[in-house]
């Protein structure tokens, strides 16, 4: 079956290491997006990158670094420069044809980080 | 003040009834998107609208760019629709687009 896939569910990291967070797809979309979601908040976008090798900072990108060397795959790193990296990560997928947000977005379920 | 407004941020309905989650926004946006987002964190797009009216099962979408304003209905509601609904406008800004969400809606439906 077609979907995104995010691991894992959970994550516990000591603070100033950094986490590499995972993000698959097998939907063959140009497109994948990095959101960060507080508890009260709307969701914030990261990154997002419309095609390999390109990727654009979001709203809040400070403290996090992304790649895109295959289309379905778009790993996260939260670096230790990241100040409050606790929080819940949802990755998401779409087409790209013209504008990255134009589409419906696919979510992967998501990963909890918490950082002690 | 936030550009993406929901209301009201908490909703307890009884098994059956017409529930309506409201969205508006500040921005001019060209599409708006609903999503549910289940207790597990998950979430699903439900909709995305930018005029008129869409209808899928028992939820129903509508939108009034003018008025800048959305809702979402959830007609004969059942407890398995316990989840967080939110609202998310397309807004095109600078040379990229950009999506704004709404805090959301947690909306629990009692049996």
Excluded at chain 1, 9 to 24: A, D, H, I, P, W
Excluded at chain 1, 43 to 64: C, H, M, P, T, W
Excluded at chain 1, 80 to 103: D, H, I, M, W
Aim: net charge positive.
């Amino acid at each position: 079956d077609g979907g995104i896939t995010q691991s894992p569910k959970y994550l516990f990291r000591k603070e100033g290491q950094n986490v590499t967070l995972s993000c698959e797809q097998n939907l063959n979309h140009d497109a994948m997006y990095w959101y960060r979601q507080d508890p009260g908040q709307g969701l914030r976008l990261i990154y997002y990158s419309q095609i390999v090798n390109d990727f654009q900072k979001g709203d809040i990108a400070e403290g996090y670094s992304v790649s895109r060397e295959k289309k379905e795959s778009f790993p996260l790193t939260v670096t230790s420069a990241q100040k409050n990296p606790t929080a819940f990560y949802l990755c998401a997928s779409s087409l790209q044809l013209g504008t990255a947000f134009s589409y419906e977005q696919y979510f992967g379920p998501g990963t909890r980080l918490t950082v002690t | 003040k936030n550009e993406v407004e929901q209301s009201p941020q908490n909703l307890t309905a009884q098994e059956g009834e017409f529930i309506t989650i409201n969205c508006s926004y500040s921005v001019g946006i060209s599409a708006l998107h609903w999503l549910q987002q289940h207790p597990g964190g998950g979430i699903v797009s439900l909709f995305m609208l930018s005029s008129g009216k869409k209808k899928h099962g028992r939820l129903i979408a509508t939108i009034n760019i003018q008025e800048k304003h959305s809702s979402l209905h959830i007609t004969a509601s059942h407890p398995r629709d316990s989840a967080v609904y939110i609202c998310a406008a397309l807004n095109y800004g600078g040379s990229q687009g950009n999506l704004i969400f709404g805090k959301g809606t947690k909306l629990s439906v009692k049996p």
